[in-house]
T-cell receptor, first 115, second 110 residues
């Protein structure tokens, strides 16, 4: 079985500062890893995904994440925060190949952008 | 391109009333379909998934049920709602492992 831990339920950064959202996973088989963003009262939008190709994955809106097997991590970063980045971010894992049994999500990190 | 629809967007129901939430996907064939529930501060919980018409797998015991009467239609139901059924319900689809989510239905049970 797989699991995901997101460190920090709330992260606050200043506009223009580096964004770092932490995600650690546990999986007995090679994982597929995902980051999703959720704006208030909306569904989840896929930011980026790791599927065993390049370890540094670039996504939409300037976000990227690096898969580090030795640290079992998949942290999300953005060099310069924008006010529009304020949202809930979810890290998720599935077994390689996706599987039909759904994703396992972390509990989410609420990103706050200070002006 | 593929799109996923959910309705209604918002629903307020009394305890003990029935429930029917609908999800439809356009632009793809034979997708895997999923129902998740998101409760405040608790992340997302997978409720049901389906790999084909009439094939439903349940992840957690509850008073909810799901059905897939057509390839691209997924329905979440309950005969009698409980207060604890309140939450944000999300439908998702996948074909090659990546899941794409609908806009969600917010359910408030009073």
């Amino acid at each position: 079985a797989q699991s995901v831990t997101q460190l920090g339920s709330h992260v606050s950064v200043s506009e223009g500062a580096l964004v770092l959202l932490r995600c650690n996973y546990s999986s007995s088989v090679p994982p597929y890893l995902f980051w999703y963003v959720q704006y208030p009262n909306q569904g989840l939008q896929l930011l980026l995904k790791y599927t065993s190709a390049a370890t540094l994955v670039k996504g939409i809106n300037g976000f990227e994440a690096e898969f580090k097997k030795s640290e079992t991590s998949f942290h999300l970063t953005k060099p310069s925060a924008h006010m529009s980045d304020a949202a809930e971010y979810f890290c998720a894992v599935s077994v390689a190949g996706g599987g039909a049994d759904g994703l396992t999500f972390g509990k989410g990190t609420h990103l706050i952008i200070q002006p | 391109s593929q799109t996923i629809h959910q309705w209604p967007a918002t629903l307020v129901q009394p305890v003990g009333s029935p429930l029917s939430l609908e999800c439809t996907v356009e632009g793809t064939s034979n997708p895997n379909l999923y129902w998740y529930r998101q409760a405040a501060g608790r992340g997302l919980q997978l409720l049901f998934y389906s790999v084909g018409i009439g094939q439903i797998s349940s992840e957690v015991p509850q008073n909810l049920s799901a059905s897939r009467p057509q390839d691209r239609q997924f329905i979440l139901s309950s005969k009698k709602l409980l207060l604890s059924d309140s939450g944000f319900y999300l439908c998702a689809w996948s074909v090659v492992g990546t899941q794409y989510f609908g806009p969600g239905t917010r359910l408030l049970v009073l």
